[in-house]
């Protein structure tokens, strides 16, 4: 049974997505605290962390980056909306962001987003990724669309190569810059804008409503996982 762990300080909370979860036959563990989130995360191997910032003995910043090497992924649920709260909790390792309130349906779509990328990551070959149309063949740099072959600069590649080996998941600006560019790359936004539509150009059916390499505004950009685009 798959198990997710919440970590969060409000009962009514916790008791409302235990009450989601449970529906949808999730096993549930619930911590109120970092301590007791991290003494959890380091006894049991739940499948998915749903964690709240905002807890009484510290952030939940914290848990991420005392968490464990295994990476379990974690959907960060917070009232706190700023994009640099947002780009803080993912360039810490979080895989995902919602913004509180939100609904039932949008939170159970996340989670299965997440599922989905572990079981891929358990099977993918490291030489080739697939993602929706999207398939690279990284020792022979070769990408194609829908089997349609797509010439990309090196720089394109390993831009591309990054957003797809972590599908579904947004990567902030400054996580591009770092792992694409180089660590003394943090000026450069501008050429991250650049690349990106470039890709959208080569990769979307219409690079103006693209549909697979999607923004975060403010925060960074993710490639959508599926075997279709939707909205």
């Known amino acids: 049974m798959t198990t997710i762990l919440i970590i969060d300080d409000d009962e009514a909370v916790r008791r ?34 749903l964690l709240d910032l905002g807890l009484p003995d510290g952030d939940g910043v914290d848990v991420l980056r005392a968490m ?28 995902d962001y919602l913004t509180k309130p939100f609904g039932s349906s949008e939170l159970l779509a996340r989670i299965r987003v997440a599922l989905r990328k572990q079981t891929q990551n358990a099977h993918a070959t490291p030489e080739v990724l697939e993602v929706g149309p999207i398939r690279i063949d990284q020792p022979r740099h070769e990408v194609s669309v829908d089997g349609r072959e797509v010439r990309l600069t090196p720089m394109e590649f390993k831009l591309l190569v990054e957003l797809a080996r972590n599908p579904g998941r947004v990567l902030t600006h400054r996580h591009l810059l770092r792992e694409v560019w180089g660590s003394s790359a943090a000026d ?29 505004a403010g925060v960074g950009y993710r490639l959508r996982e599926g075997s279709r685009a939707k909205g």
């Open 188 to 216: 450069q936004s501008h050429n991250l804008r650049v690349h990106v539509a470039a890709l959208r150009r080569k990769l979307e059916p219409d690079p103006a409503q693209p549909q697979w390499l999607v923004t975060e």
């Open 16 to 49: 409302f997505l235990r009450t989601v979860l449970n529906g949808q036959g999730y096993r549930t563990v619930e911590a109120a605290t970092v301590g007791a989130g991290i003494d959890v995360l380091t006894n049991t191997e739940p499948d998915v962390v």
């Open 68 to 95: 464990p090497e295994r990476h379990v992924p974690v959907i960060v649920l917070s009232a706190r909306g700023q994009e640099g709260d947002k780009v803080v909790a993912l360039d810490s390792g979080a895989d």
